[in-house]
């Protein structure tokens, strides 16, 4: 069984600066695909990001990126020039290749300060 | 617009009732899902359907049941069975295949509590 582990229950960070949030999964499988979803508050939850995990180069979606260590199994989320708009809870998920039964981590909750 | 509906938003039930939670999709995907949320512990799978009238366990489905007899319908019944069914509940969908792997589309979410 796969595990996801967000080590960080919450995080601030002040506007326009960066912040990085960590993810760290567990698997003996070699394909497969990492996601960021983002939760604002009493919004719906969005794809904000994914990796597979047979691509070396990090994901990059305008102020959000990756890093994707895949023998250390680990999956950052950088948030580049935060803005308020980017408070919200943040899960990282995992999924094999078929199926989509995405496992979720327990979120990290990111509060983004004026 | 396309999206998910989620009904009701706030749901308030006595400990022996069973209630269903509503969820209604208009982006002709053919897998949807159930997650329950609580603090902390992420989103976990109730029960999910890959397509019409077939669905399947998945990690929590105990005291839980659904139905899917339409593509854009997947109500979520919470029976007397579920033993602590105070939570956030997630319904979401998707379109296997289509080289969108992982990607759901959630609703809004319905917030069940017990009295």
């Known amino acids: 069984a796969q595990t996801v582990t967000q080590s960080q229950p919450e995080m601030s960070v002040q506007e326009a600066e960066t912040v990085t949030l960590s993810c760290t999964y567990d698997?003996?499988?070699?394909?497969?695909?990492l996601f960021w979803y983002k939760q604002p508050p009493s919004r719906q939850m969005i794809l904000v990001i994914r990796q597979e995990a047979y691509k070396q180069q990090n994901a990059t979606e305008n102020r959000f990126s990756v890093n994707f260590q895949k023998a250390a199994k680990s999956f950052s989320l950088k948030i580049s020039d935060s803005q308020l708009g980017d408070t919200a809870m943040y899960f990282c998920?995992?999924?094999?290749?078929?199926?989509?039964?995405?496992?979720f981590g327990g979120g990290t909750r990111l509060m983004v300060k004026p | 617009d396309g999206g998910i509906t989620q009904s009701p938003k706030y749901l308030f039930r006595k400990e022996g009732q069973n209630v269903t939670l509503s969820c209604e999709q208009n982006?002709?995907?053919?897998?949807m899902y159930w997650y329950r949320q609580d603090p902390g512990q992420g989103l976990r799978l109730i029960y999910y359907s890959q397509i019409v009238n077939d669905f399947q366990k998945g990690d929590i489905a105990e005291g839980y049941s659904v139905s899917r007899e339409k593509k854009e319908s997947f109500p979520l019944t919470v029976t007397s069975a579920q033993k602590n069914p105070t939570a956030f509940y997630l319904c979401a969908s998707s379109t296997p295949g289509t080289g969108r792997t992982g990607e759901l589309f959630f609703g809004e979410g319905s917030r069940l509590t017990v009295l």
């Open positions: 982006l002709n995907h053919d897998a």
């Open positions: 698997t003996s499988e070699n394909n497969y695909y």
């Open positions: 998920a995992f999924c094999l290749n078929a199926g989509n039964m995405l496992t």
